[in-house]
Structure formats: structure tokens, C-alpha cells
């Protein structure tokens, strides 16, 4: 399970965590299968929950 941080004030520019791209804005995810937050851009954030919506794969 995937969870994200909805406190405005700790987005913050610098690398995305899953991209490494830098970017203005990244918001703090959490996993709770690996335990650590991490702070990624709206793209992986969007792929995050893309990953979490089909865990068993697209056609499973």
C-alpha cells in the first residue's frame, strides 16, 4: 500500500526519488511495504498508483 502526504507545505523542488529527473514540485510517498517516504514527481506519483491499481498486471 502506497500512501501520499496532502500537507502542501512539504512539496519541494529537487531529484524525483523513482526518476532522478529534478522538477519544481515532488510530494512525499510513502510505502509501506519498504517502510520509507520518498519524494517523487507527479509522473512517478501518477505511476505509482497506476503500479498499486494493477498489482497482478493488466490482465490478471
Known amino acids: ?3 501520499v502526504s496532502s500537507d502542501i507545505h512539504t512539496t519541494t523542488a529537487g531529484c524525483c526519488a523513482d526518476c532522478g529527473k529534478i522538477v519544481v514540485r515532488r510530494t512525499p510517498l510513502f ?3 519498504a517502510k520509507v517516504t520518498r519524494e517523487v514527481c507527479i509522473r512517478c506519483l501518477v ?3 497506476q503500479r498499486r491499481q494493477f498489482e497482478s498486471g493488466c490482465c490478471g
Open 47 to 49: 505511476f505509482a498508483y
Open 31 to 33: 510505502d509501506e511495504q
Open 1 to 3: 500500500m502506497i500512501s
